[in-house]
């Protein structure tokens, strides 16, 4: 699956706007993301390993909360912070 980096979160990533994974659920590619990427999981999860409030993650045109979406070697993640000003 391509994962979609925002580009607020790529400096985690060396700049890299895409990423492949082979996970096989949402909470299983967040582990990955952080082992390949140390720092970029708590940056998405809360402590209480929930999607942080600011967070939006969509898998194809459907937007989950739940770490234990499926995810198909076919689908892509998109990872959409939310902007917030004065």
Known sequence: MIVHIPSALRSYT???GTVESDAQTLGELLLELDRRFPGIRFRILSE???IRPHIRMFVNDRQTFDLQSTLRS???L???LALSGG
């Open 14 to 16: 060396a700049q890299q």
């Open 48 to 50: 209480q390993d929930r």
């Open 74 to 76: 076919d689908d892509e």
């Open 78 to 80: 998109y990872i959409v």
